[in-house]
Structure formats: C-alpha cells, structure tokens
C-alpha cells in the first residue's frame, strides 16, 4: 500500500513562491509516475504536472508551464513541486498522485494513491 503526505502549503502574496513535497512511502517509488493535482470548489480538481519514474520528464498544465516545476528525488522517495510567480488564480488545495504502472498523464483517473492535500492561499 502507497502513502502520500503532502507538505510546504501555506499563505502568500501574489509574485512569491512555494515548494510542496509529497513523501511517498511503500512500495518502489522509483517505479512511480508522480503527479500533482489542485483542486477547488469552483474548477473542481485539474490537473498541474506530472513526471516520469526516472525524473527526466516532465509535463505541465498549460496555466502553470513556465513558473511551475516539478523534480523528485528516488533516493529520498519524494517528488517536489516548486510554484514560483504565483498568481490569486493558483489559489487551491493541491494533491499529489501515483500511478504505480509509471504512466502517470493528465488524467486523474490514471492515478492509483492520493495524498491528503495541501492547501495554497495566493493573495493579492
């Protein structure tokens, strides 16, 4: 069984930045797409980016491309998404995933483990 803990939400000001980190335990999670996911009352939860099990590929919403990046670290079984030039609008509860296949994509439904949730304020 995959657990997933989310961390590094918090309160700030438009134009600033955030890191969250998702730590993974169980299983391989070298073997792991990973991705992140926000979610609002308003949109519902969309997807933000997602990287491939050896951290070498990446893909992004196109709302977040450019000030949005996502890494992980295999050895410490984490993966990181670092939010830089935040906006009011990036305001959310964000969620990381993992699809134990190593496909990951766009789409929650290609997701098997979901943390509980971080919650980002952006304000003005």
């Known amino acids: 069984q995959v657990q997933l803990a989310e961390s590094g939400g918090g309160l700030v000001q438009a134009g600033g930045s955030l890191r969250l980190s998702c730590a993974a335990s169980?299983?391989?999670?070298?073997?792991?797409?990973m991705g992140w996911f926000r979610q609002t009352p308003e949109k519902g939860r969309q997807f933000v980016a997602v990287i491939d099990p050896s951290g070498t590929g990446t893909y992004y919403a196109d709302s977040v491309k450019g000030r949005f990046t996502c890494s992980r670290d295999n050895a410490e079984n984490t993966v990181y998404l670092q939010m830089n030039s935040l906006k009011p609008e990036d305001t959310a509860v964000y969620y990381c995933a993992a699809d134990p296949i190593g496909v990951g994509g766009w789409s929650e439904k290609g997701y098997d483990y979901w943390g509980q949730g971080t919650q980002v304020d952006v304000t003005v």
């Open positions: 169980g299983g391989t999670f070298s073997n792991y797409a």
